[in-house]
């Protein structure tokens, strides 16, 4: 797990994502809880939007599917094409299927390449936790960000 983690770290410091709490509390215990988390990184710069996000399961059960929302504080131009897991929930927010994630790492990676609607300076992007499938999670400050991305097309990393 360590190793993956480092991998995902380091690979997050070269580019960056946001996620929300969800779902029914289910079985608390080994077999109905996860500590799902999502780091990753967002950039900004002449309109484009570039979000990596890597989503972990770090136990101690395995979870068949979660869903991460990315919510911008900018409007997204419109007709834009998003990978089969995700779909528009409106002109500003994003939802993703993960897949399955295995306990103890499994992790699913997601890729973005959006436009938005006009040339902001600057903007906001929340990702969340939107559902887990039921499964408890103890810990959902690591499936909760919201980074401030300037217009630099620097790596912003969360």
Excluded at 84 to 105: F, H, K
Aim: glycine share 14%.
């Amino acid at each position: 797990m360590h190793g993956l983690r480092k991998v995902v770290l380091g690979a997050a410091l070269v580019i960056a994502a946001v996620v929300g709490a969800g779902g029914s509390a289910g079985a608390v215990g080994p077999e109905g809880e996860a500590d799902l988390s999502h780091h990753g990184h967002v950039s900004l710069w002449d309109g484009k939007v570039g979000v990596w996000l890597v989503s972990q399961n770090h136990g101690p059960s395995d979870l068949r599917q979660a869903t991460v929302r990315l919510a911008f504080s900018e409007r997204m131009a419109g007709g834009q094409e998003l990978p089969p897991a995700c779909l528009w929930s409106s002109d500003r927010v994003v939802s993703c299927r993960t897949g399955e994630l295995l306990a103890a790492g499994g992790a699913g990676e997601l890729d973005l390449d959006l436009w938005t609607a006009g040339f902001p300076d600057e903007m906001t992007v929340e990702i969340t936790t939107a559902w887990r499938d039921g499964v408890a999670d103890r810990n959902p400050g690591n499936d909760r960000h919201r980074v401030l991305v300037l217009a630099t097309g620097d790596p912003y990393v969360f």
